[in-house]
């Protein structure tokens, strides 16, 4: 059973920068792939970016590519987010997901087994 704790949203302007937080409970595997998905009211939840706590391979969404930054601390457990230049269509529920055992694959819902329960960013002007 793999642990998620999202932390770090907030309410922020056009063009501000917030960096989430996973923290995670300890893989048993160097193997894992952490991802960070979003979800907007009546909206699919989407993928944002992922990230190989390997070897920190990371791979983005195209909305988020230039703007979001995925980065990982092994020795904490810990998944970061560091999103610049937020926008209005950024306004989601933010979620931090696991895949154990597993290398990353395609940055889709179905790819990952273990969940966090959200942390909410609201961007306005």
Do not use: K
Not at 10 to 32: D, E, M
């Amino acid at each position: 059973q793999v642990q998620l704790v999202e932390s770090g949203g907030g309410s922020v302007q056009i063009g501000g920068s917030l960096r989430l937080t996973c923290a995670t409970s300890r893989f048993t595997s160097i193997h894992n792939c952490v991802g960070w998905f979003r979800q907007a009211p009546g909206q699919e939840r989407e993928g944002v970016a992922q990230i190989s706590t390997r070897n920190g391979t990371p791979n983005y969404a195209a909305s988020v590519q230039d703007r979001f930054t995925i980065s990982r601390d092994n020795t904490l457990n810990t998944v970061y987010l560091l999103m610049n230049n937020l926008e209005p269509g950024d306004t989601a529920m933010y979620y931090c997901a696991a895949r154990p055992g597993r290398i990353c694959s395609d940055l889709l819902r179905s790819n990952f087994d273990y969940w966090g329960q959200g942390t909410q960013v609201s961007v306005s002007s």
